[in-house]
């Protein structure tokens, strides 16, 4: 039971060049996340997916797009990649998505974006 | 909207001395709340949670928090420090109403040998 994975773990791009960042969990949750780690600020939610088939913007949207491929994996994209977007980038699952519920996070993806 | 503020973004203690990290939310309603912990290059994971039950929390590796609706704040303590509790520490807050956490700035934990 791997739990959350995500790929890659580092990253370094160019401005302007795009990514997709993968993240697959394997306990059968419904509800998926993304954020972004950026020092002295915490985790601020990017996007986030209920339940398959659906998906909503989070706190810092711009600049990024997500793909709930199936229950198990959630994606997100960066078209065109700037300085700014250079962060740790940490995807999270949770059974149902209530707020109640623990969040199980991925190892992160180290984003340099140059 | 719900917000958390974790005072100190920086805190030293001495091992085998007191842990106390700070967490204060703002809410009109009892929320639910979170503190996570992330060792160096990994992910964050569960330390923790209030959920409306009892107001003392216990977690994992010894560490507990104490709900105080009357204070707004969700302090974690720990009695006595270990050098593996170096790490950073993060309150959280569910936003309700919605499927969303609200995170503070994150407390780096320095245990000094």
């Known amino acids: 039971n791997a739990g959350v994975t995500q790929t890659p773990k580092f990253q370094v791009l160019k401005t302007g060049q795009s990514m997709t960042l993968q993240c697959a969990q394997d306990?059968?949750?419904?509800?998926m996340y993304w954020y972004r780690q950026d020092p002295g600020m915490g985790l601020r939610l990017i996007y986030y997916?209920?339940?398959?088939?659906?998906?909503d913007k989070g706190e810092v949207p711009n600049g990024y797009n997500v793909s709930r491929l199936n229950k198990r994996e959630f994606s997100l994209r960066l078209e065109s990649a700037a300085p700014s977007q250079t962060s740790v980038y940490f995807c999270?699952?949770?059974?149902?998505?209530?707020?109640?519920?623990?969040?199980?996070f991925g190892p992160g993806t180290r984003l340099l974006v140059l | 909207a719900q917000s958390v503020t974790q005072l100190g973004s920086h805190v030293s203690v001495s091992e085998g001395a007191l842990v106390l990290l700070r967490c204060n939310y703002s809410?009109?309603?009892?929320?639910?709340l979170f503190w996570y912990v992330q060792y160096p290059n990994q992910g964050l994971q569960l330390l923790l949670k209030?959920?409306?039950?009892?107001?003392l929390v216990k977690g994992i590796n010894g560490f507990e928090a104490e709900f105080k609706k009357s204070e707004t704040s969700f302090h974690l303590t720990k009695p006595s420090a270990h050098m593996s509790d170096a790490a950073e520490y993060f309150c959280?807050?569910?936003?309700?109403?919605?499927?969303?956490?609200?995170f503070g700035t994150g407390t780096r934990l320095k245990v000094l040998a």
């Open positions: 999270a699952s949770s059974v149902a998505g209530q707020t109640r519920e623990t969040q199980y």
């Open positions: 306990m059968n949750h419904n509800s």
């Open positions: 997916s209920a339940s398959e088939g659906t998906t």
């Open positions: 809410s009109s309603v009892p929320p639910y």
């Open positions: 209030y959920t409306s039950a009892a107001t």
């Open positions: 959280a807050v569910s936003d309700s109403g919605t499927y969303k956490y609200i």
